[in-house]
Every structure is written in C-alpha cells, then in structure tokens.
C-alpha cells in the first residue's frame, strides 16, 4: 500500500489505534525509536479529526448552497420558457405583421439560446446573463417591455 495514497479518514483511523492504549499505544509507547513520536502523532491525529469536521462541515455548506441553485435554476429555466413562449403567443395574436415581429424579434434579443438556455449550466453559462443582458436591449426594447401586459410583475 502507498501512503501517500491514504485518505485522512483513513490516516485517522490508523493513528487511532496507534493512540488507544487498548490497542497499540503500549507497544508503540515501550519502542524507543517510537516513543518520543507519539506527542506528534497525538497532534497529527488531533489536525485530522479537526480537519474531517471542517470538511464535513463545508460538504453540508455545499449541499446546501447546491440545493437552493438548483431551485433557483428550476425557477430561471421555467421563466425562460414562459418568456419565450409568451412572446412567440403574442406576435401570433399581433394582427400586424410589423407588431408580429416586434415581439419575435424581441424575444430572440431576450433569449439568444431561444428556450434551448435552459439547458446550459447555471453557474458557467447562466450566471452572467443578468449582466449582459441590458447591453442587448435598447430605449426601444425597453419601452415594448413595459407594454406587455404582465399582471404579475413585481412577484417572485
């Protein structure tokens, strides 16, 4: 077995024996070669404990934060979707031709991916598109936005 290839669990596990005067910690304690190492063991096997809590603690903090992004991408996916859908259903409702590709044309400067965007990963592709996102809308864009009937405006 290669050393350098233990995992910290498994260094603790090993200096835990080593440690335990039930186990190995007498034998160790009575080899002159070893004896004055075993402070340092203790103290090594004390960082790696400390440490395993640290990383248990930060995999919770991962979980967590990984499960609210998740929700959040669920939400930004579906907005997308109902965005894109929205726009398309009202140049199909637009009587004029010229209204009609006002809203597409609107649309695909909303959403250059179209609805394939949900697809891309929330935090290498998307996290950036809510900064980017004024650079593509002029006085214009912004002014039919304010036009489209949403009554739900301003709800999260």
């Known amino acids: 077995m290669a050393f350098r290839n233990l995992t910290a669990e498994t260094m603790a596990t090993i200096s835990e024996r080593w440690l335990d005067p039930e186990r190995d910690r007498d034998v160790l304690a009575k ?3 070893v004896a004055p190492l ?3 063991i203790e103290e090594r096997h004390q960082a790696l404990i ?3 809590h640290i990383v248990a603690a930060m995999k ?3 979980g967590t934060v990984r499960t609210r992004q998740q929700t959040l991408d669920a939400k930004h996916d579906r907005k997308i979707r109902g965005t894109h859908y929205m726009l398309t259903g009202l ?3 637009a009587d004029d031709a010229d209204q009609a590709a006002a809203f597409l ?3 695909d400067r909303l959403l250059p991916e179209g609805r394939s965007a949900t697809g ?3 935090v290498v592709d998307q996290a950036g598109d809510a900064l980017r996102l004024p650079g593509r809308l002029d006085k214009d864009d912004r002014k039919q936005l304010d036009d489209v009937p ?3 405006v301003g709800a999260s």
């Open 38 to 40: 075993l402070p340092l």
């Open 120 to 122: 891309r990963s929330y």
């Open 31 to 33: 080899l002159s070669i």
């Open 60 to 62: 919770a903090e991962i």
């Open 91 to 93: 140049a199909e409702l």
């Open 105 to 107: 044309d609107l649309r």
């Open 150 to 152: 949403t009554p739900w």
């Open 50 to 52: 400390h440490g395993q």
